[in-house]
């Protein structure tokens, strides 16, 4: 049975790996449709995405840290589900996170490290009481969390575009954004010329914690319990209702801190985010499983990197076209995942 | 009176369940008559209604119609053979109205296009007044009783000129008051011709309505009886067999000191109603009780509420001499109650885990299993491995998953889970539903040897030989209701049959419980 456990390992691991091969051969037959050369394709998409020249000219590192908010995401997506609450709000608590970090970064003076590390707390605080709220909504009183989680993320973006407008605006430039935030807030960046630092270390050490959590701790347990079988978990004496809220206080807390990531490690300010709504994708795409999601997220990061940006540089394919193979990909990892559960 | 459907040597095995739900079934329908079907769970008579309205093909017999031999292999068949069906649960759309639901899918038509409402409306009063069936056909259908449903139910397949009407237990959703409606009902349309086959487990109710009966046990007629010829305690006793062995397995010992005292509960089913209606019974040390009585008589709700996963609306429960009401499920499995389910694929077990994970499931926050929070693989694995090698769980390890196991190892994993750590109360519902032979023979020695070795057991089991064979003593339930607590080695098995279609048997041969 050990034996089988592996093979199912190598199996969760090979599928997206031929789903990815196989996307990659679709690419190129359109590319060769538009007359592009599919080996130049590709080529480009493994140096822009995944190769290393030195330490400062990285693109890996790049790819790592367009991957720190996806991981975080479908991180907290992962938690959600294996809570047995289908929340697709990662976007609205993320945001919430981004706002929280650029007040507490621009309007409170700290001292260098622990300044970070205050403005990573209130993100994991304020964006966990969101998801615990939506998680409340529908244990209290039974409101569907789709669609309350769905309110509730536009409900943050909007909040977002008037902070970001009004109070917290920086500057009358045409864009709006909040003041950069303090030195003492910023996360350290490892490689210069790229984003990669401590908040994609972070990010990797967040999987190691929820896989310790859910798979090695007694709360863990019970909340997977409940997610997976319900009654079993309330014929056992499992109290769901508190384990469901606590998943969701940890979900919420995980995109919060995604979003505070971004603000202290990238943006250094809040502007309007990209949507990182991948995350809820990736994480069903890794099957719930944090491990597989840590390196899809690298591996969904680079591809988007480079199909898109690669693409248009060395190609003059216009970016949009790129995002279909993004998808085509994507579309044959959901594929894999339905022959898998047959 | 007329043939108007026969039917010959009826068979149907179901591989994957390895039963033979009916072998060689003869049934003879004159038109105009009432005739039900009676006999215990699993006697055969969803299958054989099943097989003349087309959900089921027979492997072999006929079914004669009219005198033509005809095949069944679809509802549609049956409909238009005049064969109608009404469901026990109902197959109604509630934001539809009365006439809508009657005459969906035939609906009448004006320009070719349109449905033509008012003829509809029309059309649904007519039958309904020709058949006495008083009704709103603009009324909808969420706003309607239960026996009012019912009452579409059946006008949907008398709209559909259904000439035989099959009912399958019409009266177990009913209140009393819309059971004599039904009765009523039922009486009245076989004057107008219509034929009717119900299928029940109330004797009483027999007795009022058929005139002809035929008991079907094990997948077999028993026989049939015109209701004139024949009485409750015959039925009972066709019902039940006389040919079961019985063999009372039980060690003779000391019945230990009183363990679980059930007060006079009231429990609600999910809909609201009451299920369990005052019930009163103890058990005690070294002692199982069963509970008999056919399924849906409130059992499953009196041994959730006992566990914890259903409220008690009135009563007491009191365990060890301490009231538990208000303890949660948690609480109670603390205190030494474990609880064997009926539903072992989505209670007992969690079929998305492994071994280890359901084996955990009450203790996994014990010290044994976790420190500081975390749990313990090694304790986890070793305890798995215990449990496979004490209960020989063929074809499992401890990280392997429950989903492949058979049924009668899935049900020793939960067997291991549950008798762990020498429960004082052990409640068992339908413990063998669905094993083979020799998992049964393994669950009912476990469940002697906790006996003798002091627990207390609580035996929940459609299955009377099971319960007559294990049992000290047995509580009877019918209609949420205690209709007997017997000895049964002081009464005979129809006494007990008769207790479980609501009948009474002499008082003297009762328990009576202070």
Not at chain 1, 87 to 105: K, P, R
Not at chain 1, 231 to 236: K, L, M, Q, Y
Not at chain 2, 357 to 370: G, R
Request: with cysteine.
């Amino acid at each position: 049975m050990g034996n089988q456990n592996r093979k199912r390992l190598i199996r969760q691991f090979t599928i997206p790996l031929l789903a990815i091969i196989c996307g990659l051969l679709l690419a190129a037959v359109l590319l060769l449709l538009a007359d592009k050369s599919p080996s130049a394709a590709i080529q480009s998409i493994f140096r822009d995405a995944f190769s290393c020249s030195s330490f400062n000219n990285c693109n890996l590192f790049t790819t790592f840290s367009l991957a720190t908010p996806l991981l975080l995401t479908g991180l907290s997506a992962v938690v959600a589900f294996r809570s047995g609450i289908f929340s697709i709000g990662q976007e609205g608590q993320m945001m919430l996170g981004a706002i929280t970090a650029a007040y507490l970064g621009y309007w409170v003076s700290l001292p260098d490290n622990v300044h970070s590390i205050v403005i990573a707390i209130g993100a994991i605080i304020v964006g966990g009481i969101y998801g615990w709220f939506a998680g409340w909504l529908k244990i209290r009183l039974g409101i569907n969390e789709i669609i309350s989680t769905i309110i509730l993320s536009e409900i943050a973006i909007l909040l977002l575009l008037y902070l970001v407008n009004f109070p917290m605006r920086a500057d009358q430039g045409a864009t709006a954004y909040s003041p950069k935030i303090h030195d003492t807030a910023m996360l350290t960046v490892f490689a210069p010329g790229s984003k990669f630092g401590t908040g994609f270390v972070i990010a990797v050490s967040a999987v190691v914690l929820v896989y310790i959590y859910l798979w090695k701790s007694g709360k863990g347990y019970e909340q997977r319990m409940s997610g997976e079988a319900p009654r079993f978990a309330f014929f056992g004496g499992i109290k769901s209702e508190k384990a469901a809220l606590r998943g969701m206080f940890i979900s919420g807390g995980l995109a919060g801190l995604a979003g505070a990531i971004e603000v202290m490690g990238v943006h250094y300010r809040v502007v309007s985010l990209p949507i990182v709504f991948d995350g809820l994708l990736i994480s069903y795409l890794s099957l719930l499983n944090p491990i597989i999601l840590m390196f899809n997220s690298v591996l969904i990061a680079g591809l988007r990197n480079g199909f898109q940006l690669s693409f248009q540089y060395n190609l003059g394919i216009n970016r949009e076209i790129g995002s279909i193979f993004l998808i085509i990909v994507m579309l044959l990892i959901v594929k894999n995942n339905y022959f898998k559960s047959k | 009176m007329k043939k108007i459907l026969e039917v010959k040597n009826l068979s149907k095995y179901f591989e994957t369940t390895n039963v033979k739900a009916n072998s060689d079934v003869n049934l003879t329908l004159s038109r105009g008559e009432i005739h039900a079907i009676i006999g215990e769970n699993g006697a055969g008579k969803t299958t054989l209604m099943n097989m003349l309205y087309g959900l089921v093909s027979p492997d072999s017999g006929t079914i004669i119609i009219n005198d033509n031999e005809v095949q069944i292999t679809h509802p549609n068949d049956a409909i238009k053979l005049g064969i109608g069906m009404v469901h026990q649960h109902f197959k109604l759309v509630p934001s539809y109205s009365v006439a809508e639901n009657i005459s969906l899918g035939m609906e009448p038509v004006k320009n070719k296009f349109f449905i033509d409402k008012n003829l509809e409306i029309q059309n649904i009063k007519n039958l309904s007044e020709s058949m006495g069936l008083e009704i709103q056909p603009e009324s909808l259908i969420k706003n309607l009783s239960v026996g009012m449903q019912q009452r579409v139910e059946i006008l949907k397949v008398l709209y559909r000129n259904a000439e035989i009407l099959i009912f399958d237990e019409p009266t177990a959703v009913l209140t009393p008051q819309e059971v004599k409606e039904l009765l009523n009902v039922l009486k009245n349309l076989s004057e107008k011709g219509k034929t009717i086959l119900f299928i029940t487990h109330k004797l009483g109710e027999v007795m009022q309505l058929a005139d002809t009966v035929t008991v079907m046990r094990l997948g077999k007629v028993v026989g049939t009886r015109s209701i004139n010829n024949t009485n409750t305690k015959e039925l009972a006793s066709m019902m039940v067999g006389r040919d079961i062995e019985f063999s009372r397995k039980l060690n003779p010992n000391e019945t230990g000191e009183e363990i679980l005292d059930v007060k006079n509960i009231m429990v609600l089913n999910e809909v609201g109603v009451p299920a369990v209606k005052g019930v009163s019974f103890k058990v005690n040390k070294n002692q199982i009780v069963g509970i008999a009585g056919v399924s849906g008589n409130g059992q499953t709700e009196l041994v959730e509420a006992i566990v914890g996963m259903k409220n008690i609306e009135f009563g007491e429960l009191i365990f060890e001499g301490k009231n538990i009401n208000k303890s949660n499920v948690g609480k109670r499995r603390d205190l030494g109650i474990s609880h064997i389910p009926e539903d072992r694929i989505q209670t007992g077990l969690n079929m998305q885990a492994n071994i280890e994970d359901n084996l955990i499931l009450s203790q996994y926050s014990s010290d044994q299993f976790s420190r500081f929070g975390i749990l313990l693989k090694s304790e986890m694995q070793k305890f798995s491995r215990e449990v496979i090698q004490k209960f020989s769980v063929a074809s499992a390890s401890p990280g392997g998953g429950v989903s492949m196991l058979s049924g009668g190892n899935m049900q020793k994993v939960v067997l291991g889970r549950e008798l762990f750590g020498n429960p004082k109360l052990i409640i068992a519902n339908q413990p063998t539903r669905g094993l083979d032979v020799g998992s049964i023979e393994f669950v009912h020695e476990t469940l002697l040897s906790y006996r003798d070795a002091g627990s207390g057991i609580l035996l929940v089991s459609v299955e009377l030989e099971e319960i007559i064979n294990l049992s000290d003593i047995v509580v009877v339930m019918f209609d949420g209701l205690v209709s007997g607590i017997v000895n049964p080695d002081n009464v005979s098995i129809e006494e007990i049959g008769l207790l479980m279609a609501g009948e009474k048997i002499n008082p003297e041969n009762l328990i009576k419980q202070g």
